[in-house]
């Protein structure tokens, strides 16, 4: 739907001195999500979103373990592809910061531990009733649409979980830190990858290297969230039961991208599944060395030297998380301008549909929120209601075994045999109650992705208001720095200035021109990003109004078929006993 | 609430001797109109018992009297005490929890427990002729007051008593299952299996009837989420708009529906299943205390034959030295010769009636059971049925949305 242009661009490569730093950053790396987390993935895109992302990037940036930007010198990945044809964007070089730290707080729902074997494997239904599955295994979508709605196609299967032990020659930590890497094989027939099917290796560090460079490259997108890294990443990961948790969230995660129109014909995916050995997407260095760096320029920086001024390929980037402090500064003062000031900000959010949009999406999210967690209580019922039920059915099968042995009169035998048909009948309904929660929870799961799907609209809406908080700092300082020049104008025409005078103009003048071409540049940017919000508003749309519908089509369909099956077995016994209604009426 | 034929003569016809043509004699109870009277601490449920019958020694044809818990209660010991060997029909329990005492469900377990109760007395051919039963069905209420008062501290047991014979008859069994013999005991094969299969028995059902009361509360809990769910859904619906957004409601609503029929469901299964089950333990545990009075029997008539046999050697050595205390001696063993036999045709007696009652007992239960499992299935079956219905109704809707 959108262009898909893939811009040939130079491979990524390795960087071999940050090893070291990741190495360094990897037992502590965990820590801070949850801080920063819960400020941005509440937030919504506005000028109130875009102080408290800077403020929590404030306060990531006394953790000296939260996301790092790479150093700017390196040409790392080519540019982000595909663009949308419209606009191009002078796509930076540089690598980018991500726009918030990923608020992947959103645990799956806790019915998927109900169900033992949900997706994967075979449902436990009886022997030879099959559920109409509305819902077929696909490996490209976890939603029921046909994963062949268009002809090319990208199955991602995670398996194959095993530790393995990195030397530590180089770090500063010693002894051997183990990690788990995961088997990641891929089928397509994607012409871009120049294979059909291949598998690599990869650990969870490089999923996170993914999801950052992805937000990076494509601001204003819809993107899945990775799954959650863990606070104590390497005492959990002992856990068997952990790293398969973790094995079936990478598995959802992938599919999910390779599952976006845009996303699965990024390189960053495509590098990710196909090229063996290290993976070759720049990493993210800690936040410690930025800081210095970013601390070491700023005395520089309030001197007035002429790295203050902004350039055209900074605005790109998002401020948050970048080393410039002053830019930083510059644009929360710039916010809080905005949120406090007398006067209107110099550019503001005019788009009354958007706005319309924003409150209807959030709507959204209270109410699906609401719907997942009564689905939540509605599986978990459904099992309590079948287990039980099995459990009647047993203790009704020892009752039979029971008056069998112990038979004096015949009419014992009679009530033994009367209750074995009642026993066989309760635990056949139990499997069925069972097969019937196994289906809803794959169908009620789309509630779930979709809240899952919120939270990456948010990091779009926030991609745009960063943006936004870009052009209206630069507006502001555009408009000091022409105050300033015609202050000078002034002063020089009274003085005769001489030397100094003329240099300061003429500075001024460069670092107005300088500033001109950022503004335009991140105006540009701004309205790129609106662009790609309005796209995947769109796709959003039509994609939840189909999923929903096979979603209420699957759970009402599962209910008709699961219950006409118990009503068949109930109506058996019913008639079998009949004789005892007559009898005692 | 069912008419019973009554048989008068011991033997078993159905026929009053002395009207051969009139109308059969019958015998119909019916427990009804549970009413709260008092306040407070005092507060308690009465009821009324409407006898009907044509019997000549009850005031017919139609006789209402108001009771209350304790008068059953009454009853149930009076005929315990009366006909031991048989197998008195069980009364629900006392309610311990004072929150739920005046609970309409609970009301309506006990009004139905104790209705069974009745009937079943009603239609036993030994019990129907006791005077406890008239005077109960047909006393005013002073007189059934006076009666109720009267009676405690002479027949009550006190429950401790009872426990202390159900563990007595606990022990023996584990005793005798264990080897360990205590000569004070019956230990017939036959007997001594039919004393562990009640054991076992009520272990059994207890657990049945846990898992049923289980599935009822599923029941509801199923049925309660259900309708949170399907208000959830409604409000998801508001976010969407024309067709799609009237399918969510249409669910919503259908999710609704479904819910109320959990919750009816649950009720049918709570009233016509689970307490089956629970009047089933009832009854076992009615056996074990006919055991315990059986062994009590049991024991008195083995000691007294031990008195015997001592004071016929005692007897033995009067004679021989000719004592003046003979006389007495002997007219002592003449009473105590006739204790003897009276507590061997008692203990006789019981084990008489507990064989016959074990067959009745037995082929009641299966009726009772088969009926309680027919309802439990029809219940079930009904449900499930009503289910599929009520969301089918929404496939075509569904189909359509699909499709566009």
Request: aromatic share 6%; charged share 30%; proline share 5%.
């Given at each position: 739907?959108m262009?898909s242009e893939?811009?040939?661009?130079g491979e990524?490569h390795?960087?071999?001195s940050r090893e070291?730093?990741?190495?360094?950053?990897?037992?502590g790396?965990?820590?801070?999500?949850?801080?920063g987390?819960?400020?941005?993935?509440?937030?919504?895109?506005?000028y109130r979103?875009?102080?408290?992302?800077?403020?929590?990037?404030?306060?990531?940036?006394?953790?000296?373990?939260?996301?790092?930007t790479?150093a700017?010198s390196?040409?790392?990945?080519?540019?982000?592809?595909?663009?949308p044809p419209?606009l191009k964007s002078?796509n930076?070089?540089?690598?980018?910061t991500?726009?918030?730290?990923?608020?992947?707080h959103?645990?799956?729902?806790s019915?998927?531990d109900?169900v033992?074997?949900p997706?994967?494997d075979n449902?436990?239904a009886?022997?030879?009733?099959?559920?109409p599955?509305q819902h077929?295994?696909?490996?490209t979508s976890?939603f029921?649409?046909?994963?062949?709605?268009?002809?090319d196609?990208?199955?991602?299967v995670?398996?194959n979980?095993?530790?393995?032990?990195?030397?530590?020659k180089?770090?500063?930590v010693?002894g051997?830190?183990?990690?788990?890497?995961?088997l990641?094989?891929t089928k397509t027939?994607?012409?871009?990858y120049g294979?059909?099917?291949?598998?690599?290796?990869?650990?969870f560090?490089?999923v996170?290297?993914?999801?950052d460079?992805?937000s990076?490259?494509?601001?204003?997108?819809?993107?899945p969230?990775?799954p959650?890294?863990?606070v104590?990443e390497?005492q959990?990961?002992?856990?068997q039961?952990f790293?398969?948790?973790?094995?079936v969230?990478l598995?959802?995660?992938?599919?999910?991208?390779a599952?976006?129109?845009?996303?699965?014909?990024s390189d960053?995916?495509?590098?990710f599944l196909q090229v063996?050995?290290r993976l070759?997407?720049?990493t993210?260095v800690?936040v410690?060395s930025?800081?210095?760096?970013?601390a070491g320029?700023?005395?520089k920086q309030l001197l007035?030297d002429s790295?203050?001024v902004?350039?055209?390929?900074?605005?790109v980037?998002p401020?948050k998380?970048g080393r410039?402090l002053?830019?930083?500064?510059?644009e929360l003062?710039q916010?809080v301008?905005?949120?406090?000031g007398?006067s209107?900000?110099p550019?503001?959010?005019?788009?009354?549909?958007?706005?319309d949009?924003?409150?209807?999406?959030?709507?959204?999210?209270?109410?699906?929120t609401?719907?997942?967690?009564q689905a939540e209580a509605l599986?978990?019922?459904?099992?309590?209601l079948?287990?039980t039920?099995?459990?009647?059915?047993?203790?009704f099968?020892?009752l039979t075994?029971?008056?069998?042995?112990?038979?004096?009169?015949?009419?014992?035998?009679?009530?033994?045999?009367?209750?074995k048909?009642?026993?066989?009948?309760?635990?056949?309904a139990?499997?069925y109650?069972r097969?019937l929660?196994?289906q809803?929870?794959?169908?009620l799961?789309?509630?779930?992705e979709?809240?899952v799907?919120?939270?990456?609209v948010?990091?779009a809406?926030?991609?745009r208001?960063?943006?936004?908080?870009?052009?209206q700092t630069?507006l502001?300082?555009l408009?000091?720095?022409h105050?300033?020049?015609e202050?000078?104008?002034?002063?020089?025409s009274?003085?005769?200035?001489?030397d100094?005078?003329?240099?300061?103009?003429?500075?001024l003048?460069?670092?107005?021109r300088v500033?001109e071409?950022?503004k335009?540049?991140?105006?540009?940017?701004y309205?790129?990003i609106k662009?790609?919000?309005?796209?995947?508003?769109?796709r959003?749309?039509?994609e939840?109004?189909?999923?929903?519908?096979n979603?209420?089509?699957?759970f009402v369909?599962?209910?008709?078929?699961?219950m006409?099956?118990?009503?068949?077995?109930?109506?058996k016994?019913?008639?079998?006993?009949?004789r005892?209604a007559k009898?005692?009426a | 609430?069912?008419?019973t034929q009554?048989q008068?003569?011991g033997?078993?016809?159905?026929?009053?001797?002395r009207?051969?043509s009139?109308?059969?004699?019958?015998?119909s109870v019916?427990?009804?109109?549970?009413?709260k009277?008092g306040n407070?601490?005092q507060?308690?449920?009465s009821?009324k018992?409407?006898?009907?019958?044509?019997?000549?020694?009850y005031?017919?044809?139609e006789k209402?009297?108001?009771?209350?818990?304790?008068?059953?209660?009454?009853?149930?010991d009076r005929l315990?005490?009366k006909?031991?060997?048989?197998?008195?029909?069980?009364?629900?329990?006392?309610?311990t929890?004072?929150?739920?005492?005046f609970t309409a469900?609970f009301?309506?377990?006990?009004r139905?427990a104790?209705?069974?109760?009745?009937?079943?007395?009603?239609?036993?051919?030994?019990?129907?002729?006791?005077e406890?039963?008239?005077?109960?069905?047909q006393?005013?209420?002073?007189?059934m007051?006076?009666?109720?008062?009267?009676?405690?501290?002479i027949?009550?047991k006190k429950?401790a008593?009872?426990?202390?014979?159900?563990k007595d008859?606990?022990?023996?069994?584990?005793?005798?299952?264990?080897?360990?013999?205590?000569?004070?005991?019956?230990?017939?094969?036959?007997?001594?299996k039919?004393?562990?299969?009640?054991f076992?028995?009520?272990?059994?059902?207890?657990?049945?009837?846990?898992h049923?009361y289980?599935?009822?509360?599923r029941h509801?809990?199923?049925g309660?989420?259900l309708?949170e769910?399907?208000k959830a859904?409604?409000?998801?619906g508001?976010?969407e708009?024309?067709?799609?957004?009237k399918?969510f409601?249409e669910?919503?609503d259908?999710?609704e529906?479904?819910?109320?029929?959990?919750?009816?469901?649950a009720?049918?299964?709570?009233?016509n299943f689970e307490?089956?089950?629970?009047?089933?333990?009832r009854a076992?545990?009615?056996?074990k205390a006919?055991i315990?009075?059986?062994?009590?029997?049991?024991k008195?008539?083995c000691?007294?034959a031990?008195t015997i046999?001592?004071?016929?050697?005692?007897?033995?050595?009067?004679r021989?030295?000719?004592?003046?205390?003979l006389?007495d001696?002997e007219?002592?063993y003449?009473?105590?010769?006739?204790?003897?036999e009276?507590?061997?045709r008692r203990?006789?007696?019981i084990?008489?009636?507990?064989?016959?009652e074990?067959?009745?007992?037995?082929e009641q239960?299966?009726?009772?059971?088969?009926?309680?499992?027919?309802?439990?299935?029809?219940?079930?079956?009904?449900?499930?049925?009503?289910?599929?219905?009520?969301?089918?109704?929404?496939?075509?809707?569904?189909?359509?949305?699909?499709?566009?």
């Amino acid at each position: 739907m959108m262009g898909s242009e893939n811009q040939e661009g130079g491979e990524a490569h390795l960087q071999a001195s940050r090893e070291e730093m990741e190495s360094l950053v990897l037992d502590g790396d965990d820590g801070r999500d949850h801080i920063g987390n819960s400020i941005t993935s509440q937030s919504y895109a506005n000028y109130r979103s875009a102080m408290t992302t800077l403020s929590s990037s404030f306060a990531a940036s006394h953790h000296p373990l939260s996301f790092p930007t790479p150093a700017d010198s390196d040409p790392l990945l080519s540019p982000p592809s595909p663009q949308p044809p419209l606009l191009k964007s002078p796509n930076s070089p540089k690598p980018r910061t991500t726009a918030t730290d990923d608020p992947h707080h959103l645990d799956p729902p806790s019915y998927a531990d109900v169900v033992s074997n949900p997706l994967d494997d075979n449902i436990e239904a009886n022997g030879g009733s099959e559920s109409p599955s509305q819902h077929s295994e696909n490996s490209t979508s976890s939603f029921s649409r046909s994963p062949f709605s268009s002809s090319d196609y990208l199955e991602i299967v995670v398996s194959n979980p095993q530790k393995e032990a990195e030397s530590s020659k180089n770090s500063i930590v010693p002894g051997n830190n183990a990690y788990v890497t995961y088997l990641i094989t891929t089928k397509t027939n994607i012409s871009d990858y120049g294979g059909s099917q291949f598998s690599v290796r990869r650990r969870f560090r490089d999923v996170v290297t993914l999801s950052d460079r992805l937000s990076e490259a494509y601001r204003g997108f819809i993107i899945p969230p990775r799954p959650e890294k863990s606070v104590v990443e390497s005492q959990v990961m002992q856990k068997q039961e952990f790293v398969e948790q973790r094995r079936v969230a990478l598995q959802k995660y992938l599919r999910r991208l390779a599952a976006h129109p845009v996303i699965k014909k990024s390189d960053e995916l495509r590098v990710f599944l196909q090229v063996q050995g290290r993976l070759p997407l720049p990493t993210s260095v800690d936040v410690a060395s930025r800081m210095l760096d970013g601390a070491g320029k700023l005395p520089k920086q309030l001197l007035g030297d002429s790295r203050s001024v902004m350039g055209p390929q900074d605005v790109v980037q998002p401020a948050k998380g970048g080393r410039d402090l002053l830019r930083l500064f510059k644009e929360l003062k710039q916010s809080v301008a905005n949120d406090w000031g007398a006067s209107r900000p110099p550019a503001e959010e005019e788009d009354k549909e958007f706005l319309d949009k924003k409150q209807w999406l959030h709507d959204l999210e209270q109410h699906l929120t609401n719907a997942s967690k009564q689905a939540e209580a509605l599986v978990k019922a459904q099992q309590g209601l079948a287990d039980t039920m099995g459990e009647l059915g047993l203790a009704f099968i020892k009752l039979t075994k029971f008056e069998n042995e112990e038979a004096v009169l015949n009419t014992q035998r009679v009530r033994a045999a009367d209750m074995k048909s009642l026993a066989t009948t309760a635990v056949r309904a139990s499997r069925y109650h069972r097969g019937l929660n196994a289906q809803t929870v794959k169908h009620l799961d789309t509630l779930h992705e979709y809240l899952v799907l919120m939270l990456a609209v948010h990091n779009a809406f926030s991609d745009r208001s960063s943006a936004l908080l870009t052009v209206q700092t630069l507006l502001s300082e555009l408009s000091s720095l022409h105050s300033r020049a015609e202050k000078l104008e002034t002063a020089s025409s009274k003085i005769f200035g001489g030397d100094k005078l003329r240099i300061r103009k003429t500075e001024l003048k460069d670092t107005i021109r300088v500033t001109e071409d950022a503004k335009g540049c991140a105006i540009r940017e701004y309205e790129r990003i609106k662009e790609n919000n309005r796209c995947e508003i769109e796709r959003l749309d039509s994609e939840r109004r189909t999923d929903f519908v096979n979603m209420l089509k699957g759970f009402v369909t599962n209910q008709v078929t699961y219950m006409e099956k118990i009503g068949i077995e109930w109506t058996k016994v019913a008639e079998e006993t009949n004789r005892y209604a007559k009898e005692t009426a | 609430m069912i008419p019973t034929q009554l048989q008068r003569s011991g033997s078993g016809s159905t026929q009053s001797p002395r009207s051969p043509s009139s109308q059969e004699p019958f015998l119909s109870v019916s427990v009804i109109d549970p009413a709260k009277m008092g306040n407070g601490v005092q507060a308690y449920i009465s009821y009324k018992v409407i006898t009907k019958t044509n019997l000549p020694d009850y005031q017919g044809p139609e006789k209402i009297v108001i009771r209350r818990y304790s008068d059953f209660v009454w009853l149930r010991d009076r005929l315990f005490e009366k006909y031991k060997g048989i197998f008195i029909p069980p009364l629900p329990e006392k309610s311990t929890v004072e929150k739920f005492r005046f609970t309409a469900e609970f009301i309506e377990m006990r009004r139905q427990a104790l209705d069974i109760f009745v009937n079943r007395i009603a239609s036993h051919h030994i019990l129907q002729q006791s005077e406890d039963l008239r005077i109960f069905l047909q006393a005013d209420e002073q007189t059934m007051e006076r009666a109720r008062s009267q009676e405690i501290g002479i027949f009550k047991k006190k429950p401790a008593d009872l426990m202390q014979i159900f563990k007595d008859v606990q022990s023996k069994v584990s005793d005798v299952v264990l080897g360990k013999e205590k000569p004070v005991e019956e230990s017939t094969p036959e007997y001594e299996k039919l004393k562990r299969y009640i054991f076992e028995l009520e272990d059994h059902l207890a657990e049945a009837q846990k898992h049923a009361y289980r599935l009822v509360k599923r029941h509801r809990e199923l049925g309660q989420s259900l309708s949170e769910f399907g208000k959830a859904v409604k409000l998801l619906g508001t976010c969407e708009d024309n067709a799609l957004g009237k399918v969510f409601s249409e669910v919503g609503d259908k999710a609704e529906i479904v819910s109320v029929k959990m919750q009816r469901e649950a009720h049918h299964l709570l009233m016509n299943f689970e307490e089956s089950l629970k009047d089933y333990v009832r009854a076992v545990q009615s056996i074990k205390a006919t055991i315990a009075e059986r062994a009590n029997a049991f024991k008195q008539q083995c000691e007294l034959a031990e008195t015997i046999k001592f004071k016929e050697i005692d007897l033995n050595k009067l004679r021989l030295t000719r004592s003046e205390k003979l006389a007495d001696a002997e007219r002592e063993y003449d009473v105590l010769k006739a204790d003897g036999e009276e507590a061997t045709r008692r203990f006789e007696a019981i084990v008489q009636l507990m064989n016959e009652e074990i067959v009745r007992f037995q082929e009641q239960k299966t009726l009772d059971m088969g009926l309680a499992f027919h309802e439990f299935a029809k219940g079930q079956a009904h449900l499930a049925n009503g289910i599929a219905e009520a969301w089918r109704s929404l496939l075509p809707k569904l189909e359509a949305c699909a499709s566009s």
